[in-house]
């Protein structure tokens, strides 16, 4: 009953940091099958399954791999992968070297990656994209992704105990009747959507201050070249020697306002003084950049879910890989600023919805599509 | 009552020349003015000014008028009444601000100044408050009184947006004129407080007492500087800001247009667009310019505190917002980012609106707290007995106007300016801002159709380059016969040539000064100019120039008032409305404000009323409704006449008289409104009062209107040669109420042309005006004495009079 789909399958999602590719490794070939693959298909699949690394850049998130999933007719398992976007030349280069266009697939990709790279992929390596628009792709694949499970586990999880970020546990939940929600991308930007049904959504506003910019100004400011060396560095300082809290400037609480002591009055406030320029460390810069754009999305996402009448708010997007500084800050403030009234959920597959749904499109059958 | 009659003698404290032993001398005559009669002190000091404000009195000349004991039979070439200088004292407000540099020396030149205040306190805000606390209580010897910061915002900014018009404007940069002055809303609440000091604070204004702070960001104008000191190692926020007006932010962010190639077509986000900000910096291995940074850091900020600010303006359903705060302080390029970001996040629909005084907010607030706790509450026992009460001061009892003769203005220190480079050329940096207390308490004419979209003025100088070349030159051309009559005002006071000349100098500069930044007060008009040039006069102790010359004039014409009764009696009814209305514009001739009438009557005093008659353009006239009205008078009465005068003389007495004569034969009663104090040669109302006695004593029909109160005198509240028909005396708009007026009349170029020449009023109104000025009788499309008779029926008050009428067939 399924439309038979040509071999390999891979769903893209370029981004402005990130590529984020998925690519489905059938499991169930038969004998005839593997007589009558072409060499090339072949070597893709084992260059692909068997590293967990591609090049400098290319990384293969092993511990988000899907197993013996059932998709389009097929069973097989679902990789993760992502390299930088300034590695993208390369990534068609060996396209074209692999000679892939002889596999008449169609490579779906979505994000802006997949308009701004469109006539590199066809002068480079003959290839035709099928642009996918973003925040489709990006509710599609959450939706599918939540509801085949992570390997039998749920794909959702939240913050038991929010108000105390030491202690607050992750737990899994399931995300049953997700609609209507508040869907906050945080890629190298944030956007922020209303999502009411799979097909029924808005884009409510988005902001600038995203993921790109905790880099951008960690690098800037601390000399570190990654993401992860951001974060390390922010794991490990303390960002109230770098911002100015209400205790700061009014000994204690403000209370006329019902202003704890402890919340930030002026982010990186403390760095408009000389003396506490020179002698700051770099993890507290790091971990300030962090608590200020990841508190700046909270105040706006709940802002957001407030006017839009929405009390879930789900966080996506790469920002928050192995970042759960950020993660529980977020459940904190939506938890603390709104009584209670919001819940933050978070999602393991954090920033390849996308790319899922990117896969999803392609996998369509063209009455459906 | 405001006014305390000062004995005549009474001196003013010598101000002594005192030289400061310190290398920044202070402008003794220009700051700390009326020091020595200080009251009150309050103080807010930021990170970087101090705003300090104290209450003082001010002693004033001015010219009073008094009738002269007419019971005797009247005796040839005797005036008509006398004219008397007089001390008065008014209250006025003071705010300095000045960088925190400065404040021993200011702490010390004070406290040698200060002679005979009572206060014992000092109310203090602002975050520097509690570090400088002690050496104010030790240099003043007065004790620090800390006030809530956002409390004392929100007072001042309740203070400025209802006492001082155009205190709002909206910033647009390329435009003509980069400041939109918006118009103030009759009822201020509510609206949104956007403070961005270090960090920002969001606070909903909802009435005078009730304000909340419904939400913040901690990335602020601390976010700014810090984070801006840290990438471009600039010590300074100025000069961050300088940084950043230079910067190129697209090689620092990632654009929409960086990610997609182009724009993201299918949510309208331009390539433009910032997709993330210092995004370039995370991926690309190149250098940054400092500016590029700093700009990139600028538009991130400004931005996000505008989708914030828009958020919460959508959650609480407000439209206006207001922006405050160190990180605005009337710099041109954070006003410009948050401008555009409020634009883009509300499509429109919300302006960014900022102060013109909103460095000074939270020492307003201060002083306004210290002044309210001082005025004990009412005692229940003392009821009736308020006599006992001491006089105390409350100011949001009373109306205040920005004095612009002791008012810097908008951005008379740039702040681009490196203060540094001030220091060097041996100038203190300061910006003042005066306010005057007024005798009345000022409200909307109650027949303004729609008091939220009334705008006093015609043409807007700010925004039209020619006009203000022109009107400033002409204003600079007539000053030396301003001076010239100044001198002439006060023969027997040897020292007014010298005073006059402090006046011309003043004026100039004034002058001067708006031309470079036209501004420095708001809108700037016609009225402004001429209201600049009264306060420029009264600073200097010329509180009357034409006293005499109106006195003379007002002589004249009342011996020819029974004469011109007599002559139009005589005519048929028909002629006589149009005699009227004619001998109502000649009348208007007579206008010593306008240089072309002064030459005149300057060089040839005998230049008559037939005279001027004939100098009448004649109809049809450039604006003529004549028809209309002369249709109109055919019909019932009107209920009550409110009628704004305009010059003494013959203006008043054989135009303005005559006119309103024939109103209340018709059975109209008439409200006479007129000056309050002196402006140019406008008859003021405490002269109408002398000058209706003397004609009611000649004249039976308006002997017994005045005695059956049919014919009322009331004062405008203004001392303006032009009219805002939005401030005017709260006495006033009850009069207008409780008669019913159906019929406002407007008289002269400066009340109905320079301004209200549009003003819709929710009545018939009548704007006459004979056009002295060729330049504006040119723009006009017409030429010197053309005439403008304006007669306005409001459309809605046509259908509400066909609705009364039943069974009409269609």
Not at chain 1, 171 to 187: E, H, K, Q, Y
Not at chain 1, 345 to 367: I, N
Not at chain 2, 420 to 434: I, K, N, V
Request: proline fraction near 4%; hydrophobic fraction near 35%.
């Amino acid at each position: 009953s399924f439309i038979y789909c040509t071999f390999p399958w891979f769903g893209m999602d370029i981004g402005g940091t990130l590529v984020k590719l998925v690519y489905f490794e059938p499991k169930d070939i038969t004998a005839e099958e593997e007589q009558e693959e072409v060499e090339n298909l072949k070597s893709i699949r084992r260059y692909l399954t068997s590293n967990v690394a591609y090049g400098k850049t290319g990384v293969r998130d092993v511990h988000l791999e899907l197993r013996n999933l059932s998709m389009c007719g097929r069973t097989g398992n679902l990789h993760f992968i992502r390299f930088p976007t300034q590695a993208m030349h390369r990534f068609i280069q060996m396209g074209s070297d692999k000679n892939f266009s002889s596999l008449h697939t169609t490579l779906c990709a979505t994000g802006g990656g997949a308009y701004k790279f469109e006539n590199d992929f066809r002068t480079m390596a003959d290839l035709e994209l099928l642009k996918l628009d973003e925040l489709d792709c990006l509710i599609h694949g959450l939706l599918y992704v939540d509801s085949v499970s992570f390997n039998g586990q749920p794909e959702c999880y939240f913050f038991e105990n929010p108000s105390d970020t030491q202690n607050s546990v992750k737990t899994p939940c399931s995300l049953a009747d997700p609609f209507p929600m508040l869907l906050v991308n945080i890629g190298s930007g944030v956007s922020i959507l209303a999502v009411y049904s799979k097909d029924h959504y808005k884009r409510v506003t988005g902001t600038s201050l995203g993921g790109g910019t905790f880099l951008g100004l960690c690098c800037l400011l601390t000399g570190c070249e990654t993401f992860e060396e951001a974060l390390d560095m922010a794991s490990r300082g303390d960002s109230s020697n770098v911002d100015k809290l209400v205790k700061d400037i009014y000994g204690g609480d403000y209370e006329r306002f019902g202003l704890q002591g402890s919340a930030v009055a002026s982010s990186f406030g403390h760095m408009m003084s000389k003396e506490k320029r020179d002698s700051i460390s770099k993890e507290d810069l790091a971990r300030a950049m962090l608590v200020t754009i990841t508190n700046n999305i909270g105040s706006i996402a709940r802002m957001c879910a407030v006017n839009e009448k929405i009390e879930r708010v789900v966080f996506v997007g790469n920002f928050l890989r192995i970042n759960t500084v950020s993660t529980k800050l977020l459940a904190y403030a939506m938890d603390f600023w709104s009584k209670g009234q919001l819940k933050a959920l978070f999602l393991e597959h954090e920033g390849y919805f996308g790319a899922v749904g990117a896969l999803l499109e392609l996998l369509k059958s063209p009455e459906e599509a | 009552m405001f006014t305390s009659k000062m004995a005549a003698e009474c001196q003013r404290v010598d101000r002594s020349s005192h030289s400061m032993d310190k290398s920044i001398t202070l402008p003794a005559d220009e700051i700390f003015r009326n020091l020595e009669n200080a009251k009150r002190f309050a103080i807010d000091i930021g990170g970087s000014l101090t705003k300090l404000a104290y209450y003082s009195t001010v002693q004033h000349k001015v010219a009073k008028v008094r009738s002269f004991d007419h019971t005797a039979k009247e005796t040839e070439g005797e005036p008509l009444y006398e004219i008397s200088m007089q001390e008065e004292v008014t209250a006025r407000l003071h705010f300095i601000k000045f960088e925190n540099a400065y404040i021993e020396t200011c702490l010390d030149f004070i406290k040698d100044h200060l002679v005979n205040t009572e206060t014992k306190v000092i109310k203090a805000t602002g975050g520097g408050a509690h570090k400088f606390k002690d050496l104010i209580e030790k240099k003043l010897k007065l004790r620090v009184d800390k006030e809530d910061e956002m409390t004392c915002l929100i007072k001042g900014c309740n203070f400025v947006l209802r006492n001082i018009p155009h205190e709002a404007f909206v910033y647009v940069k390329h435009a003509d004129s980069e400041f939109r002055f918006q118009n103030t809303h009759p009822d201020i609440f509510p609206y949104l407080l956007i403070n961005i000091g270090s960090g920002v604070s969001i606070v909903k204004v909802e009435s005078e007492d009730k304000f909340e702070r419904v939400g913040g960001s901690s990335i602020g104008g601390g976010t700014f500087w810090g984070l801006g000191a840290l990438l471009t190692k600039t010590k300074r926020f100025d000069e961050l800001l300088q940084l950043a007006s230079k910067g190129q932010h697209t090689s620092v962010d990632m654009l929409v247009k960086d990610i997609y190639g182009g724009s993201y077509g299918s949510l309208g986000l331009t390539g433009d667009l910032i997709a993330s900000s210092f995004g370039k910096s995370a991926t690309a291995d190149n250098e940054f310019s400092k500016e590029d940074m700093a700009k990139s850091l600028l538009h991130m900020i400004s931005n996000d505190i505008g989708q914030l600010a828009c958020l919460y303006a959508r959650l609480h359903n407000l439209t206006r917002v207001y922006f405050g705060g160190f990180f605005i302080r009337g710099h041109p390029v954070t006003m410009h980012t948050i401008t555009y970001s409020i634009n883009f996040f509300t499509k429109g629909e919300v302006q960014a609106l900022f102060l013109r005084h909103e460095g000074y907010l939270g020492t307003i607030g201060a002083f306004l707290k210290g002044a309210e706790e001082d005025t004990p509450p009412m005692l229940p026992h003392s009821l009736g007995t308020t006599a006992l009460s001491h006089p105390r001061f409350d100011p949001n009892q009373y109306s205040w106007g920005e004095n612009y003769a002791g008012s810097s203005g908008l951005m008379s220190v740039s702040p681009d300016l490196n203060p540094m480079q001030r220091t060097r050329s041996g100038t203190f940096p300061f910006d003042m801002l005066e306010m005057d207390r007024l005798e009345r308490q000022l409200v909307n004419l109650p027949l303004l159709q729609d008091p939220s979209s009334y705008i006093p003025d015609t043409v807007d100088l700010s925004e039209d380059a020619l006009a203000r070349e022109y009107w400033l030159y002409c204003f600079e051309e007539a000053l030396d016969g301003v001076v010239k009559r100044a001198v002439a005002s006060q023969p027997d006071l040897p020292e007014a040539a010298e005073r006059a000349e402090k006046f011309r100098h003043k004026y100039r500069h004034k002058l001067q000064t708006l031309r470079q930044q036209p501004f420095a007060y708001g809108s700037l008009t016609v009225r402004s100019l001429l209201d600049t040039r009264e306060h420029c006069l009264n600073e200097f102790n010329f509180p009357d120039p034409y006293s005499k010359i109106k006195q003379r004039e007002n002589d004249i014409a009342l011996k020819y008032f029974q004469k011109a009764i007599k002559s139009l009696e005589e005519l048929s009814w028909e002629q006589r409305q149009f005699a009227l209305v004619r001998g109502l514009l000649a009348g208007n001739v007579f206008d010593w404000g306008a240089k072309a009438v002064s030459d005149v009557l300057e060089s040839d005093p005998e230049f008559g009323f037939e005279q001027a008659k004939r100098q009448l353009e004649e109809r049809p006239w450039l604006v003529d409704a004549y028809d209309q009205w002369l249709e109109r008078l055919k019909g019932p009465p009107h209920k009550c006449a409110l009628f704004f005068v305009d010059n003494s003389g013959i203006d008043i007495i054989l135009g303005v008289f005559p006119f309103i004569r024939e109103l209340l034969c018709r059975g109209t009663e008439v409200v006479l409104a007129s000056n309050s104090s002196p402006a140019l040669n406008d008859v003021t109302n405490s002269e109408l009062q002398i000058l209706t006695q003397r004609i009611a004593a000649m004249d039976l029909v308006i002997q017994s209107a005045v005695k059956e109160d049919r014919l009322t005198l009331v004062q405008s509240g203004s001392s303006s040669p032009c009219l805002d028909l939005s401030r005017l005396d709260k006495e006033l708009a009850g009069v207008v109420r409780e008669r019913h007026t159906d019929l406002v009349v407007i008289e002269g170029m400066g009340r109905a042309i320079h301004t209200n020449y549009y003003a819709m009023l929710s009545c018939e109104s009548l704007k006459m005006a004979v056009i002295k000025n060729s330049w504006l009788a040119d723009r006009l499309g017409g030429k010197l004495f053309s005439v403008v008779f304006k007669y306005e029926v409001p459309p809605s008050h046509k259908t509400t009079t066909q609705d009364h009428v039943p069974g009409t067939p269609s």
